[in-house]
């Protein structure tokens, strides 16, 4: 039965393979022809089986093995260690561990010397790797889980006849000419653009996402003021001149009233049809419309070489016009919110 086993370990089911084809009578060079072995393997296991006549007998027999060079102690001290920040251990002028600067403080704190590649093991063994950082956004709102619920529940269970809009504004996009020509990439060689460059002005885009067409609004200003939000908000007023209208945007100062009460009036010119649902502090990712800010950022900005400052718009509102002719969908959005009340919960 083991020399079938497809659960057994491999050297096992190979011992016993090597044991009956000797039972049958095959050389033992025939046995290590037929098994892809050394002849000595089949000599030695053959023979043990002979004296002893058990299974067992084709385990491994119990090593003692090298001593450990570092012990627990210390492997548990470095990692202590990597945990902690290097400014509590006189690194003040660095803000993550590297191999070399642990083995160092290892070294000044318990005496035990270690190499940085030893350094190293110890701590990927543990899945630990103190100078990788990624970026992490923490909300302070304390109001987070019902803004959250709220959103993603529009965007699942949008009331009848309403539009849900993402709308934000994307600002600081800057015309950069390069002062020599990108090179396209070819087989073997990536594709390469020129480090230097010339500012040529700066646009801000005023965008909105619909979220059960996937169709985009969009308008480029030279600046970012309450007064253009207004000229853009007119527009969707145009865009969608009946129905409820849910509109999606972040905590920015303009998104608020302000002592005009701008959006108070606005919303009395166009019979109170906009609802303003606003996401969690620190948590625009929230908004739809900033996943199709990532798309034009890569496609369009990225690495384009714009030989004036009016190239900008012209190319992110072509973007926006094929976008809506030929690629406008809803995305899929898979979070449904439920999950952060779980978590509150049991943290609480």
């Given amino acids: 039965m083991l020399a079938r086993s497809g659960r057994a370990e491999a050297r096992l089911v190979l011992r016993a393979r090597l044991v009956l084809l000797a039972a049958e009578g095959h050389s033992n060079q025939e046995i290590a022809r037929r098994l892809g072995c050394h002849v000595d393997t089949v000599r030695g296991w053959r023979g043990r089986f002979a004296r002893d006549g058990r ?3 084709l385990e491994d027999r119990p090593r003692s093995g090298r001593p450990p060079r570092v012990s627990p102690a210390t492997r548990c001290k470095l990692i202590k260690l990597a945990c902690d920040k290097p400014a509590r251990h006189g690194q003040q002028t660095r803000s993550t561990w590297t191999y070399a600067t642990l083995a160092r403080r290892l070294l000044h704190e318990t005496g035990v010397g270690l190499s940085v590649s030893e350094v190293g093991r110890i ?7 103190p100078h990788k950082m990624r970026l992490w956004l923490h909300s302070p709102d304390p109001d987070f889980c019902r803004k ?20 934000d504004e994307k600002t600081g996009m800057q015309a950069l000419g390069r002062r020599f020509p990108s ?11 020129e480090f230097e460059y010339v500012r040529r002005g700066t646009w ?11 169709e985009v609004l969009g308008e480029c200003k030279p600046q970012r003021r309450a007064e ?79 030989p ?18 030929d ?17 509150r919960h049991h943290a609480a």
């Avoid at 701590?123 to 630990?128: I, S, V």
């Avoid at 899929?332 to 009340?341: A, D, E, L, S």
């Fill in 55 to 57: 299974v067992v007998t």
């Fill in 123 to 129: 701590l990927r063994n543990e899945d630990f790797r």
């Fill in 148 to 167: 959250v619920q709220r959103i993603c529940d529009l965007y699942h269970h949008p009331p009848d006849g309403a539009h849900v809009l993402c709308v």
């Fill in 183 to 193: 090179k396209l990439p070819a087989p073997g060689r990536a594709g390469r653009f």
């Fill in 204 to 214: 801000s885009l005023f965008a909105a996402f619909d979220v059960r067409t996937g």
């Fill in 228 to 306: 253009d939000l207004l000229d853009f908000m007119e527009s969707l007023a145009r865009k969608y001149p009946t129905g409820q209208l849910y509109v999606v945007w972040d905590n920015l100062n303009i998104h608020y009233e302000g002592a005009d009460q701008r959006w108070a009036r606005f919303n009395r010119r166009h019979g109170d049809r906009f609802h303003f649902v606003y996401t969690p502090i620190h948590a625009s990712w929230v908004n739809q419309i900033e996943i199709w800010f990532s798309l034009l950022q890569r496609r369009v900005l990225r690495y384009a070489d714009f």
């Fill in 308 to 325: 004036c400052a009016g190239a900008l718009p012209r190319a992110v509102m072509s973007f926006i016009r094929r976008w809506n002719s």
């Fill in 327 to 343: 690629e406008a969908h809803p995305f899929n959005w898979t979070f449904r919110g439920h999950f952060v009340h779980t978590q």
